[in-house]
């Protein structure tokens, strides 16, 4: 699709683990992305700055500043942003309760629909039980993930090269791996599970980078994705409907091409993949 995308605006927006201050963060597509969707409400749910990555090694493009400067100018302009830190950005949890500027940073957050429902806004990483009790496994998966995603990144300059869209290495990997497979299970089940126990029908959060839009018992689940792996948002339009669009293309304006595949969501115990 080589034309150039039209603007649209949503209702509500959530964004989860862009990871600035790392090579992979995809702070090209994300800045296309920003440039054609806009929301009344951003909600940025969590590992939006990768503080333990800075801490180790310093890494700070133009492309990163102009993600950061965006989203600044969104809130200038009247949205509502809302920061819900993660556990790479979570020496922001130090400052819960207050405001940067036109954001406003809070552990969790409780975001009511058009249509009336209540969903739970958390980035997720309260319920990984190697962050909470083995954070060195933790930095250590950290390093390994550093590692693929290197690799990931000579691969989609190959694809780019020969005229492809981006192609996540590590996310194909992720889920060929039957380990993997299973925490993602058992992440989706607490976090529905802390929903229920706030009275909430619904949560929103990120963490994995496995977007999904699914139907646990009764509760909504959506996964946010990521900037790293699926380049994926999640947006709220303005009668209620959720949705998860996949920006894999640079637009024309971008000097390539667009595409955004929506992910509509699915009927109570109906599944829609990532």
């Not at 981006?166 to 060929?176: H, N, Q, R, T, V």
């Amino acid at each position: 699709m080589s034309e150039q995308p039209e603007a649209r605006h949503f209702r509500t927006l959530f964004i989860s683990d862009v990871h600035l201050g790392t090579r992979g963060c995809q702070s090209e597509l994300l800045l296309d992305f920003m440039r054609y969707n806009d929301a009344e409400t951003i909600y940025l749910v969590g590992d939006i700055i990768d503080g333990w990555r800075l801490k180790r090694s310093w890494y700070w493009s133009q492309a990163h500043n102009d993600v950061v400067q965006k989203m600044l100018r969104k809130g200038r302009k009247g949205a509502r942003i809302v920061y819900t830190p993660g556990n790479h950005d979570e020496f922001l949890r130090s400052y819960l309760g207050t405001h940067f500027g036109d954001v406003e940073v809070t552990d969790t957050a409780i975001h009511e629909t058009a249509d009336g429902r209540k969903l739970l806004v958390i980035h997720g990483d309260q319920f990984d039980v190697v962050v909470r009790h083995a954070k060195w496994l933790a930095l250590l998966g950290d390093w390994a993930y550093v590692a693929a995603l290197n690799l990931n990144t000579v691969v989609n300059k190959v694809r780019r090269w020969l005229g492809f869209p981006y192609w996540s290495l590590s996310a194909w990997g992720k889920l060929k791996v039957k380990n993997a497979v299973n925490f993602i299970g058992a992440f989706e089940q607490a976090l529905s599970g802390e929903a229920r126990r706030v009275g909430a029908d619904g949560v929103v959060c990120g963490h994995i980078h496995h977007a999904a839009v699914r139907d646990i018992d009764g509760i909504a689940y959506y996964n946010t994705g990521d900037w790293v792996e699926s380049c994926t948002a999640l947006v709220e339009h303005h009668d209620g409907r959720m949705e998860i669009l996949r920006w894999t293309r640079l637009s024309a304006r971008s000097a390539a091409s667009d595409l955004a595949e929506p992910v509509s969501e699915p009927a109570p115990g109906a599944q829609a993949a990532a």
